[in-house]
Structure formats: C-alpha cells, structure tokens
C-alpha cells in the first residue's frame, strides 16, 4: 500500500537518528585515541556503528519505496540518506585499517588533528540536518551548512600538513603507506560530510 500522506515525519526522523550516529562514531574515534584503545576492539566498536547507520539508510530508502507523497523531493531523501551513510563508511574503513596494520593511532599527532576536525565537522551536520524538518522556518541552517564548509577547509590543510609530515619523517616506506591510507580515508570522511551539506543546500534552494 502507497502512503499518501506528505507530512510523513519519519524521513527527518531517519536523518536525525542517522546524524546522531555520526556525532557518536567520530566523538568515540577521538575519545580512543586519546585512550590509546586497542586497535581491533575500536574496529569492532566502528563496524557496530557503521551497521547501525546502514540500517538507518535501508530503512530510510524502503519507506521512500514504498511512498507515494514524500515531504521532500525523493531524489534529494535518497541522496541525503546516502551521503550520511558514506560518512560512515570512510571512518569504518580507517579503524579497520589501524586494526589490520596493528598501529596506535596516538602516535601520529597528525591522525588525532584530524580526527578533532572530524568531530566538529559531524556535529555542525548533524545541526544542519536536524534543522531540516523546520525547513521553512530556520533562521540557522545555512549558518551550519557554512561551517561545515569551514571544518572541510580547516580538513584539507590538516591533510596537506599530516602528509608532509608523513613524508618527512623518516618512517619506513611500507609504515608510511600504511598511515597514508587511513589519513587519506580520514580526509575522505571529511569531505563525505561536505558532501551531506551540499545535499542540505540544494534542498533550500529548492525550497526558498
């Protein structure tokens, strides 16, 4: 059956509990290096979370299925749900990595520069998208989709700087391979959150 209705609350519902798992993965990945946590336990912890926002999108996108009237344009509900998703998946793909390298992700100050901008990137999001429901009446979400936008910068010159400290630090050429992938997919992370708050923007201008 089509539901018909189009003041169905359930996608903020899916986005806003999709940008909270955000803010708990990235705010967990820093709290761990500061830790010291062991390696494969932060993976598993990170994979825990990855499934619980996978879910979240499957959710999201079989009720878009099975929508006939949507609040927003069904295009823009499927792109949302994806980009918040790819969030995820990029910092999954860095703690599996520190995992199966068996490396201290406190030892490269670099890593934890970025995971600080990570953390501030997923929570202006995660302001952003929880604004989206009151589309019409929000006075801030630009303001959140431009910090956003502030952090992906502030993200693209910690990534030059860990990168040029990479390569001058004398480490071993495979040990400086390793540390590439994982800032790389941290730097990705990054730029997926950039991604959502595009997503956000053309929404408003649909909307304005």
């Known amino acids: 059956m089509f539901k018909l209705s189009p003041t169905n609350t359930k996608f903020y519902d899916y986005f806003d509990r999709a940008s909270d798992v955000l803010v708990r993965a990235s705010s967990h990945f820093l709290a761990a290096i500061d830790a010291s946590s062991d390696p494969k336990m932060l993976a598993e912890e990170m994979t825990t979370l990855e499934h ?3 879910e ?4 999201a996108l079989n009720l878009l299925h099975k929508s ?23 910092l999954d793909d860095a703690t599996r990595r520190i995992a199966l ?6 030892s490269l100050p670099t890593v934890r520069g970025l995971a600080q901008v990570l953390v501030k990137t997923t929570k202006a999001v995660q302001q952003a998208v929880h604004e989206i429901r009151f589309l019409r009446k929000s006075t801030s979400i630009q303001n959140h ?9 502030e993200g693209d010159r910690m990534y030059q700087l860990a990168l040029a400290g ?14 590439k992938d994982i800032i790389e997919d941290l730097e990705d992370a990054i730029d997926a959150c950039q991604d959502v708050s595009l997503v956000i923007e053309a929404i408003i201008l649909e909307h304005s």
Request: proline share 5%; hydrophobic share 35%.
């Open 56 to 59: 979240i999108t499957h959710e």
């Open 166 to 179: 990479l390569f001058a630090s004398g480490m071993e050429p495979l040990e400086v391979v390793k540390w």
């Open 68 to 90: 006939f009237i949507t609040p927003l344009e069904r295009g823009d509900i499927r792109r949302l749900s994806i980009s918040l998703d790819d969030v995820l998946d990029c």
């Open 145 to 153: 989709c431009i910090e956003v936008h502030r952090c992906e910068d």
């Open 101 to 106: 390298y068996d490396l201290n992700p406190a």
């Open 52 to 54: 619980q926002c996978d």
